[in-house]
């Protein structure tokens, strides 16, 4: 016998790692268990939940991906996660885009499953962790008052052409209720962020940086909860003002920012404004760039990115932000 059969012979067949999908809606989730072929659908409640932990332990999946769902995904990540399992949310458009790449066009929930166990298998994505109860629930109250900033710019915009006065009348009244609840959820944000002291520290820390007030800090906090873990490059590119090449042979394309956190980006903007007006540094940050002769939106975004780094440095050090640097 020679040594290479001898090898071959000792060799222990290896399992496969196994990957697991689950397309989450109200009612329902489905879940795709690969390479084995499993599709199986429970309820979205408690008692499928546990089934669908007793399933998954027999498996010993490697990754299970579940997409973002708003409030509908979270007890299932929560309680996968509790129970042990590595737990990975996908944007749902990255999930459509691999569908399409793969050919697949057709769309229910039992292939959309299907889809994701594969993304699973080839993409091998990080695993995202739950957030905390306290900061599921200051995401909730921000996107609450997004919700009533919108309805009051539309409101406004019909105030300025509508002729009826009895329309004129119910939107200066629909604008007042609207004045009342954005104010009431700023008064709710404000006291849930001082009943966490881990919240109060990070929210204190933020507010530090001059630009940063308390929109952009609660958002940041909500939404962007790698923020102080992650080195620079992450950051930026997680709030989507990382310039991405795009070069191709000999070509050299203009560098352009992609993807991120809208909700982030947008919060980041606004104080990208106000820092360009009250923070010394990033002012004169800003007036070499446009000296450079830089577009205003490129040097606004320059501003932007420095900011999420600056927030994401202080936060990992632990301190406050200062004129001049300890």
């Not at 200051?138 to 009826?164: D, I, P």
């Not at 900011?307 to 301190?319: C, D, F, M, V, W």
């Amino acid at each position: 016998m020679s040594r290479m059969q001898g090898k071959t012979s000792s060799t222990q067949p290896t399992t496969p790692p196994v990957y697991v999908g689950i397309d989450v809606s109200k009612s329902h989730l489905d879940v795709y268990i690969h390479p084995a072929g499993i599709a199986r659908r429970v309820r979205n409640d408690k008692s499928g939940l546990k089934a669908l932990t007793a399933l998954l332990q027999s498996q010993a999946p490697e990754v299970t991906v579940v997409e973002a769902t708003g409030r509908y995904h979270r007890p299932c990540h929560r309680h996968l996660h509790a129970a042990g399992f590595c737990v990975a949310v996908m944007n749902p458009f990255r999930t459509r885009k691999f569908a399409d790449m793969m050919g697949q066009l057709a769309k229910t929930d039992e292939i959309d499953a299907r889809t994701l166990a594969l993304f699973a298998a080839m993409v091998k994505p990080k695993t995202t962790p739950p957030p905390t109860q306290e900061v599921a629930q200051l995401a909730e109250l921000l996107a609450a008052r997004r919700q009533v900033g919108t309805e009051m710019t539309t409101l406004k915009v019909q105030g300025g052409q509508c002729e009826s006065k009895l329309v004129a009348r119910q939107i200066r009244a629909r604008l007042k209720l609207c004045e009342r609840h954005q104010k009431a959820l700023e008064t709710e944000i404000r006291a849930l962020i001082q009943q966490h002291p881990e919240l109060q520290r990070r929210f204190d820390i933020l507010t530090s940086v001059p630009g940063i007030a308390f929109v952009t800090a609660a958002t940041l906090i909500a939404e962007l909860d790698e923020l102080g873990a992650a080195n620079a490059a992450q950051i930026s590119a997680l709030v989507g003002v990382a310039p991405m090449n795009c070069d191709s042979g000999a070509s050299r394309g203009q560098r352009k920012i992609r993807g991120g956190r809208q909700n982030v980006r947008n919060a980041l903007y606004m104080a990208a404004i106000s820092a360009i007006r009250a923070n010394p540094d990033l002012a004169a940050f800003y007036s070499r760039l446009r000296e450079k002769g830089k577009p205003f939106k490129v040097a606004v975004t320059a501003v932007m990115r420095k900011l999420a780094i600056l927030a994401n440095s202080l936060l990992s050090e632990n301190r406050q932000w200062k004129p001049q640097r300890p």
